[in-house]
């Protein structure tokens, strides 16, 4: 994972009030071209040759907006833009944000939390450890499919992290299956779920349809989808 920090004045006037809320970045793809900024067609956002903008969704993981600096966690995974451009970037490359997307909802007097994620939830799953309550119990699940490479996740006071390592060759998202089945999730307790589109579709069903919880009491988001570019969200409360 690598942090990349963005900067500039361009940067005034974006608040992100929320924690887990997302940012779009459009990147310059190919890279030392420049950025093109793309046009509304009326359906869809295009480049001027017809071509379409690589934009990618990102955890806006720190806004500062004294120094108008936005730090985005990007898990290095290979071939995608995205991952090539957080190993690339250097001071002067330029992109473009917009946002924020919605983020997520604290129950301040839920008695205890779940959050599931992999990689690329570990940006989103810090910020909650920021600001859940002090009194509610934390159970925490991270696969990483790289732990070495994982940044450490903030403290808080009653929680408990564990860290699956996704073994070579395993589906994306296999341990966390494995892990929130194994969970004790009292009544009450609030679910948080992100990462790879099948894996947390499969958590979905299991929360909702053979554990019986109330689709109000949990969040699931499907953050990439393997074998698929781009960063088509999948979303159910
Ligand atoms: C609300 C939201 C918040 C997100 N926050 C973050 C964040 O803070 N940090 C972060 O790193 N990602 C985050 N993501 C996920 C990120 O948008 C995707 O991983 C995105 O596809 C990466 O773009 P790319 O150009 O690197 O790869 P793409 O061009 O989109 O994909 C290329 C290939 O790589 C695969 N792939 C994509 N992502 C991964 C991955 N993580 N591991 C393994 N294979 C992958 C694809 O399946 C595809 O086969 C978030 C997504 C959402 C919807």
């Known amino acids: 994972m690598v942090r990349v920090t963005l900067a500039g004045p ?65 898990v290095v995974h290979g071939a ?24 997520y909802v604290v129950d301040q007097r839920a008695p205890a939390f779940l959050l ?25 699940h991270i696969e990483a499919a ?15 992290v564990h860290w699956w390592n996704l073994p070579p060759g395993a589906p994306a998202g296999e341990t966390l299956r494995v892990a929130v089945r194994a969970a004790d999730v009292e009544p009450g307790t609030r679910v948080w779920v992100a990462g790879e589109a099948a894996a947390v579709q499969r958590i979905r069903r299991h929360l909702f349809d053979e554990r019986g919880l109330a689709r109000s009491d949990a969040t699931v988001r499907g953050y990439w989808k393997s074998g698929r570019t781009g960063d088509d969200e999948d979303d159910s409360q």
């Open 80 to 103: 995608g833009p995205a991952s090539v451009w957080a190993e690339t970037a250097g001071p002067g490359d330029e992109a473009a944000v917009s946002g924020p997307g919605r983020g």
């Open 10 to 74: 361009e940067l005034g006037g974006l608040a992100v009030e929320q924690p887990a809320a997302s940012v779009r970045l459009l990147l310059p793809v190919p890279r030392g071209q420049g950025l093109v900024v793309p046009r509304w067609n009326g359906n869809e956002f295009l480049l001027p040759d017809g071509g379409r903008p690589t934009i990618r969704t990102f955890t806006p993981r720190r806004l500062d907006p004294r120094t108008l600096e936005l730090d985005v966690d990007v």
């Open 146 to 160: 790289q732990p070495e490479a994982a940044l450490p996740l903030p403290h808080h006071p009653a929680a408990a």
């Open 116 to 140: 599931a994620g992999d990689e690329t939830a570990i940006p989103a799953i810090s910020q909650l450890l920021e600001v859940l309550p002090h009194d509610a119990h934390v159970d925490v």
